[in-house]
């Protein structure tokens, strides 16, 4: 057994209400937690699909005084989501309002399906059919 256990991923959002709304309502997650800290003028979110202690979750970083978007950069690649019937999923995804720059469809070189959204910021999530995973 390992020492350690994957807590979470933090990704810095611009508005956090938008952004607990995309994890919560178009992907299911639950708001686990939010702190505000004055003294730093920064607000943590922690969403995810179980609880911190047994759950691997997203930490949505909120710096108050943040004034444009921020710039993802070259380093950060994506989040990745298991879903089954990825087609469907991205249909209702993309009804709700999801912006899905990569359709659902086979990966290249490979059999899985997957598909990429991206959440308010710009983050890409990746959705990977676990009916299709090879």
């Known amino acids: ?24 309502k178009l992907l299911g ?9 004055p003294e730093g003028r920064f607000t943590l979110a922690f969403v995810g699909y179980g609880p911190e202690d047994t759950s691997t979750v997203v930490e949505l970083t909120h710096n ?9 950069g070259t380093g950060f690649g994506h989040l990745a989501l ?7 999923v991205c249909a209702a995804l993309e009804q709700a309002g999801a912006n899905i720059p990569r359709k659902p469809g086979p990966m290249k070189h490979g059999t899985t399906h997957i598909a990429f959204i991206e959440d308010p910021d710009g983050y890409k999530v990746e959705l990977v ?3 299709t995973r090879g």
Do not use: C, N
Request: glycine share 4%.
């Open 1 to 24: 057994m390992s020492r350690f256990q994957m807590m979470h991923t933090m990704i810095r959002v611009f508005d956090l209400e938008k952004s607990i709304a995309f994890y919560t």
């Open 29 to 37: 997650m639950q708001l686990l937690r939010r702190e505000d800290f």
């Open 64 to 72: 108050w005084d943040q004034a444009t978007p921020y710039e993802i």
């Open 82 to 88: 298991g879903v089954r019937d990825i087609y469907g």
């Open 129 to 131: 059919d676990l009916d």
